[in-house]
């Protein structure tokens, strides 16, 4: 059964105002204007962003909340679309926190960490198709992430809007699902992630930071992040003997923010043993007046990691 959670727009307006005082033209970019989707089908799970406006020359994080009331179903992926051009990610993510202090449908600007200060909160499954963040990872067959009723969830959406005008624009996120007796293992995101770091105004900089899990995981994919600012990303897996392998390494491109190169080990997963050591290193050159913070630039090793049933994440 499809379920949809579906809100009205809430804005409308073509022109609105700044703190001047003078009208600021309002651009639609929702998705009744050219943004391709699937259809969904009666037994995807579809989450639905309301429209909103993304201010002219801001990056944006707004945020969904709800429950999910089904009964339980197997996620075999996840697709989050949005106006492509301006949109960074769609997310799904869980989280503890309970309806009575954040009730369902409560929708609010998440750009700063402290707004979304929750219980728990880690995605529920990765992105495996979309068009704002189409990492094109596939989960073989047999292979699913458990969807429970009562998860509470928090539906994400990014914009970068490097524009004068302001950007109304909304989100859609479309997860597959399976029959949860046809499921071979369950799979949950693996991340190494830090949000407490600064990068000066015209500035190079390094960040390095170790990780260790406290389980045996078969590794689907790797993948680094990094957003404009990226110069190089490298992450290493380190043995108790201090033996040190490379697993994924780029000099990194603008345009991987949002498709970054991945290392698909679907047909021979790697085994991530216990006590190992992952040490992720971001190197950044902020070219900006500014300095640099989390999320406007983020340092995040990512994989798909089976057996797992929620997400394991190494983070600040």
Known sequence: MRTALLLPSLLAACTGGNDTGEPVNVVDLTMTEGVEYPTPTATDIVWEMPAYEVPAY??????????????????????????????????????????????????????ETQDLDMESLEPIILPTAGNGEAFGMVLPTGIATKLRTGQRWILQVHNVNTT?????????????????????????????????????????????????????????????????????????????????????????????????????????????????????????FNDTDEALTFPGEMCAAVSMVYPLLTADICSD
């Open 58 to 111: 801001s990056d944006t994080q707004m945020c969904l909340a709800g429950t999910y009331t089904g009964p339980d179903v197997a996620l075999v992926g996840f697709g989050g679309y949005q106006q492509l051009e301006y949109g960074h990610h769609v997310l799904i993510l869980g989280t503890s926190t309970p309806a009575a202090d954040v009730p369902d449908g409560t929708f609010f600007d998440c750009t």
């Open 164 to 284: 004068a005008d302001a950007l109304r624009v909304n989100a859609i996120g479309i997860a597959p699902t399976m029959p949860v007796d046809d499921v071979v293992e369950w799979a949950a995101p693996w991340t190494t992630n830090r949000t407490g770091f600064e990068i000066p105004a015209h500035e190079s900089q390094t960040l390095t930071f170790d990780c260790t899990f406290n389980a045996e995981y078969n590794m689907l994919y790797l993948m680094g992040h990094m957003h404009e600012w990226g110069t190089h990303f490298k992450l290493e897996q380190i043995e108790e003997d201090g033996t040190a392998t490379t697993r994924y390494e780029e000099e990194w491109d603008p345009a991987y923010r949002d498709t970054p190169p991945i290392v698909d080990m679907t047909t021979a997963p790697l085994v991530a043993p216990v006590g190992a050591t992952w040490r992720t290193t971001c190197e950044w």
